[in-house]
């Protein structure tokens, strides 16, 4: 369901191309706080989870992240992104059962991110608005 939604996935599909020669290839560890704005009161619990990043990943972070996105996400494409010194602003739309829509704003280090994805998806007739929280650090070698 939408709790299971890796906004860092989708913040690394809006990367590809965009500063993400800068990133440090390794073992990142990444951070995702969320509240969903449609439910008062609740928040799904946070996720961390731990990324192996390759030098070819690191220069097309798509090439790992591509299939963390959401179950019934599909045909996603990438719009409006800008990049101005180490910060990535997009927008990102998916067809498919959820309607995914998102917009973020993410700086970006050789070593660490952090940053905030609003996104709203359809479930089951109803929208649903989620913002999220990232963070991410590079925790050594794989």
């Known amino acids: 369901m939408l709790k299971q939604m890796s906004p860092f996935g989708l913040l690394f599909l809006a990367c590809a191309g965009a500063q993400a020669q800068d990133i440090t290839p390794g073992l990142w560890r990444i951070n995702v706080d969320s ?9 799904p619990p946070p996720v961390s989870q731990t990324q192996c990043l390759s030098a070819a990943d690191a220069r097309d972070p798509q090439r790992l992240f591509g299939d963390m996105a959401a179950p ?17 602003r997009f927008t990102m739309q998916c067809s498919g059962a959820l309607n995914l829509h998102a917009s973020g704003d993410v700086d970006l ?10 996104s709203s998806a359809n479930l089951g007739g109803q929208q649903v608005d989620m913002q999220s929280k990232v963070s991410g650090k590079r925790i050594g070698a794989c």
Request: charge should be neutral; include cysteine.
């Open 109 to 118: 280090g050789a070593e660490t991110m952090s940053g905030s994805i609003s």
């Open 72 to 88: 019934g996400a599909a045909d996603c494409s990438y719009g409006k992104a800008k990049v101005s010194g180490s910060n990535l």
């Open 35 to 43: 509240v969903i704005a449609t439910t008062p009161g609740y928040s």
